[in-house]
């Protein structure tokens, strides 16, 4: 079964300094990844997905996300965050293909502040 | 991408009472999902719904406490039934695009008093 691992419950980060929101995942067989962001009051929105081939994705809202297979990490980067980059960041994971067990499987999230 | 409308956006019940949450789509979609997310807490797969077909329930989640309905390829109802201050909760209705990443609705902020 697959599982996915946020490292940091909640991440304060002063405003145009940059940030790193940790995944780490768990699969015996290949993933799809996904990083999905929750504003207050809101439904969820893709940020960015690795499906396959470059390692480094770019997502929305500057935001870039680096697949490392061999230390099955999934991190969230950005250079530079703005007040309005404040929400809850989830890291999500599922299988290829269609059936009952591809699923997705999301992570504790991440909320991030940012502080002015 | 998919366009989701959930309603009614937020609620407060009264406890022993049932609410019937409401999700549309733009396009026609095979499955759709209900999720809950409790306050503070990641998104937990409260079942999946075809259209045509009984719902797939997730272990915990029950079909006399969450019954949905499936009409048809654009709509879907998830109805929290005998409610309990214990399902105060934000409910999700989702879609996947190409078997690949998946879509929400606004969610349904649910108070139970």
């Known amino acids: 079964a697959q599982s996915v691992t946020q490292l940091d419950s909640q991440v304060p980060v002063f405003e145009e300094a940059p940030v790193e929101l940790r995944c780490n995942y768990s699969s015996s067989v290949s993933v799809y990844l996904f990083w999905y962001v929750q504003y207050p009051n809101q439904g969820l929105q893709l940020l960015l997905k690795?499906?396959?081939?470059?390692?480094l994705v770019k997502g929305i809202n500057g935001f870039e996300a680096e697949f490392n297979k061999s230390q099955t990490s999934f991190h969230l980067r950005k250079p530079s965050v703005h007040i309005s980059d404040t929400a809850e960041y989830f890291c999500?994971?599922?299988?290829?293909?269609?059936?009952?067990?591809?699923?997705?499987?999301f992570g504790s999230g991440t909320r991030l502040s940012i502080r002015p | 991408s998919a366009v989701i409308s959930q309603k009614p956006s937020r609620d407060i019940c009264q406890r022993g009472t049932s609410l019937t949450i409401q999700c549309q789509v733009d396009?026609?979609?095979?499955?759709m999902f209900w999720y809950r997310q409790q306050p503070g807490q990641s998104l937990t797969l409260i079942a999946t719904?075809?259209?045509?077909?009984?719902?797939?329930?997730e272990s915990g989640f029950v079909i006399d406490k969450f019954p949905i309905s499936r009409p048809n390829l654009t709509f879907s109802t998830l109805t929290v039934s005998n409610m309990s201050p214990e399902d105060s909760s934000i409910y999700l209705c989702s879609v996947e695009g190409g078997f690949t990443e998946a879509f929400f609705g606004q969610g349904t902020r649910l108070t139970v008093v």
């Open positions: 719904a075809n259209q045509g077909s009984e719902a797939t329930y």
């Open positions: 999500a994971v599922r299988l290829p293909g269609y059936s009952s067990a591809s699923k997705i499987i």
């Open positions: 690795y499906l396959s081939g470059s390692t």
């Open positions: 396009s026609q979609v095979t499955m």
